[in-house]
């Protein structure tokens, strides 16, 4: 399970809460904290990032991206060398918020690259999220769940072992 940490915090005279990140329960015990990028990274994983903002860097330029939709498909495979891999298929709708620097990352021509930057981030924050979930020893994505839906036989055999398995998930 997953919580928000929620902090309060001074603006313009007062006070307002604001999510700084999620902790990690296992059982009845906190065992870990994500900080906000890991959060999204779990969230495009469980399909539940609608909105958002993020920094590129992008032909050498710093660039925010606004995403305007989203929707990800997990699907599980059991392959027979015994491994176990989870296809995360993340697909967006992006804007561009703002840029500095002198080259137009808004003209058609430079869009590969910013959708391309896109990429590079939602696969990071993905990454880093499903590697801080190892770290933790915590499924908080779900995915074993997904194997059960989709090999429930297997998953008969896998569940009492499934946090030795986890940690040799391949994304």
């Given amino acids: 399970a997953v919580v928000?940490?929620?902090?309060?915090?001074e603006i313009?005279?007062?006070e307002t809460a604001t999510c700084t990140g999620c902790a990690v329960f296992k059982g009845d015990k906190m065992i870990g904290e994500l900080d906000h990028h890991e959060v999204r990274g779990m969230l495009f994983v469980k399909d539940k990032v609608e909105t958002g903002i993020f920094h590129v860097d992008v032909l050498g330029i710093s660039a925010s991206v606004e995403i305007k939709k989203s929707k990800t498909k997990v699907t599980p495979e059991l392959k027979e060398d015994g491994s176990i891999v989870f296809h995360?298929?993340?697909?967006?709708?992006?804007?561009?918020?703002?840029?500095?620097?002198?080259?137009?990352l808004a003209d058609p021509q430079n869009a590969p690259e910013l959708m391309k930057a896109a990429k590079r981030e939602t696969e990071q924050e993905i990454l880093n999220a499903v590697?801080?979930?190892?770290?933790?020893?915590?499924?908080?994505?779900?995915?074993?769940?997904?194997i059960n839906r989709k090999y429930p036989k297997q998953w008969q055999q896998m569940e009492e072992i499934w946090d030795e398995l986890y940690q040799d998930i391949q994304v």
Avoid: C, H, R, Y
């Fill in 4 to 9: 928000p940490i929620v902090d309060v915090v």
């Fill in 12 to 14: 313009e005279g007062g």
């Fill in 88 to 104: 995360i298929k993340v697909e967006e709708m992006i804007g561009l918020g703002d840029q500095t620097g002198s080259v137009n």
């Fill in 131 to 146: 590697n801080k979930s190892k770290e933790l020893g915590a499924d908080i994505f779900g995915f074993g769940e997904s």
